[in-house]
Antibody
Framework: EIQLLQSGGALVQPGGSLRLSCVASGFTFTSFAMNWVRQAPGKGLEWVSAISGSGETTYHADSVKGRFTISRDKSKNTLYLQMNSLRAEDTAIYYC???????????????WGQGTLVTVSS | DIQMTQSPSSLSASVGDRVTITCQANHEISIYLNWYQQRPGKAPKLLIYEATNLETGVPARFSGSGSGTAFTFTISSLQPEDVATYFCQQYDNLPPLFGGGTKVDI
């Protein structure tokens, strides 16, 4: 059974930093691209970042480019999202999601984590 | 960026009704279109990929059609457990944008 177990959400002040984690199990971690998708309270889904199965290629939405960094550690089967210079508009539930392909551009999200809440407020 | 316009934004139907949701892209995206279901308080779940393919384990009352710029998602016979918000998502190119969602109530 595929499982994506997330952690790291918290209340953080504007300008602060946070790192989200997503531990994967039940599949060969390096064979699939991984993604972060967020959902502001009461709003729709916004794709944030993607990383290829090898970890060599990444892509970030314009709204987070230069502030967020996606990475993966194959030795720990863990996906990360390092979030710096956080803003109030980054407040959302953040989901990690597995792609159905190793290629970053094939964004078919076939398994999702439970979500973790990030609140940016003073 | 490719924009996805999803309609309606909400609908209410009865158990057993046929429900249809549309998604329109402002550029050609071939068949690179997925549909997700998000039940209240839960993570999204993939239902349909590549416009028409049913994800493993998803009931056959769900279906998708279309290509190019116009896509349709259908629930052939609405069930109580189908109360959820449904999202389309294109992946013809990055960033893979989602539609605004359709909230389905009974």
């Amino acid at each position: 059974e595929i499982q994506l177990l997330q952690s790291g959400g918290a209340l953080v002040q504007p300008g602060g930093s946070l790192r989200l984690s997503c531990v994967a199990s039940g599949f060969t971690f390096t064979s699939f691209a991984m993604n972060w998708v967020r959902q502001a309270p009461g709003k729709g889904l916004e794709w944030v970042s993607a990383i290829s199965g090898s970890g060599e290629t990444t892509y970030h939405a314009d709204s987070v480019k230069g502030r967020f960094t996606i990475s993966r550690d194959k030795s720990k089967n863990t996906l990360y999202l390092q979030m710096n210079s956080l803003r109030a508009e980054d407040t959302a539930i953040y989901y990690c999601a597995k792609s159905a392909s190793s290629m970053m551009v094939v964004v078919v999200l076939d398994s999702w984590g439970q979500g973790t809440l990030v609140t940016v407020s003073s | 960026d490719i924009q996805m316009t999803q309609s309606p934004s909400s609908l209410s139907a009865s158990v057993g009704d046929r429900v249809t949701i549309t998604c329109q892209a402002n550029h050609e995206i071939s068949i690179y279109l997925n549909w997700y279901q998000q039940r209240p308080g839960k993570a999204p779940k993939l239902l349909i990929y590549e416009a028409t393919n049913l994800e493993t384990g998803v009931p056959a009352r769900f279906s998708g059609s279309g290509s190019g710029t116009a896509f349709t998602f259908t629930i052939s016979s609405l069930q109580p457990e189908d109360v959820a918000t449904y999202f389309c998502q294109q992946y013809d190119n990055l960033p893979p944008l989602f539609g605004g969602g359709t909230k389905v109530d009974i």
